[in-house]
């Protein structure tokens, strides 16, 4: 595709539920991030792929979140048992890594709010 | 811990005027730094991206680098209304050719 998508553009969930974000990367881009911003604050780096592999899942929160990639593409994450704290942008970015480090491309981001 | 520190702003500039956004990094190892625009509600946007000491010029946009004194700025020339956004600096920390460590963002407002 053109550009990173991500979908639902808008979530919103109650407490306790389960929630799914999606990243589609550009097309090529074997490397896929999920980053977390929270209102008024920085990105904060969450998980890290290479092709479907996780070698560095070092900034996922707690237990309840975790993240998948397929055919080396699409990826989800999943945050079980949503709590209040959870809410905020939840933005994924590709790179075509080549050795050094690579420019990110972000998507437009998940607004997950959670009542 | 491994930081990236801006001045949260808001920065204020009439048009016309240079705004300089600055950006100071603990890990003296880095290696690769990044500036990203937001507006508010969108996603970051590549700005400039910057691996060796000195000045990088894009258009209106200058990004310095001082390794020694880790410090990276980014320089606006003839601000435009439409440079309003949070200006975010990424930094690639040794080690990691892939994980960015970003700042919290400077709020530039340009004036008409």
């Known amino acids: 595709g053109a550009g990173v998508s991500q979908s639902p553009s808008n979530k919103v969930t109650e407490k306790g539920k389960d929630v799914e974000l999606r990243c589609d990367p550009i097309?090529?881009?074997?490397?896929l991030y999920w980053y977390r911003q929270s209102l008024g604050q920085g990105l904060e780096f969450l998980i890290y792929f290479q092709g479907n592999s996780a070698p560095d899942k070092s900034g996922l929160p707690s237990d309840r979140f975790s993240a998948e990639r397929t055919g080396g593409s699409v990826s989800t994450l999943t945050i079980q048992r949503t709590q209040q704290e959870d809410s905020a942008v939840y933005l994924c970015a590709s790179s075509k890594p080549s050795g050094g480090a690579e420019t990110q491309y972000f998507g437009p981001g998940t607004r997950l709010l959670v009542l | 811990q491994k930081e990236v520190e801006q001045n949260s702003g808001p920065l204020s500039v009439p048009e016309g005027a240079i705004a300089s956004l600055n950006c100071t990094y603990s890990?003296?190892?880095?290696?690769?730094f990044f500036w990203y625009r937001q507006y508010s509600g969108k996603s970051p946007e590549l700005i400039m991206s910057?691996?060796?000491?000195g000045d990088k010029e894009d258009g209106r946009f200058t990004a310095q680098l001082n390794k020694a004194s880790q410090y990276v700025s980014l320089l606006i020339r003839d601000s435009q209304p439409s440079d309003s956004a949070t200006y975010l600096c990424?930094?690639?920390?040794?080690?990691?050719?892939?994980?960015?460590?970003f700042g919290k963002g400077t709020l530039l407002t340009v004036n008409p």
């Open positions: 990424a930094v690639n920390m040794q080690g990691s050719n892939y994980k960015l460590t």
């Open positions: 890990d003296r190892g880095s290696q690769s």
């Open positions: 097309s090529g881009h074997t490397a």
């Open positions: 910057i691996y060796s000491n």
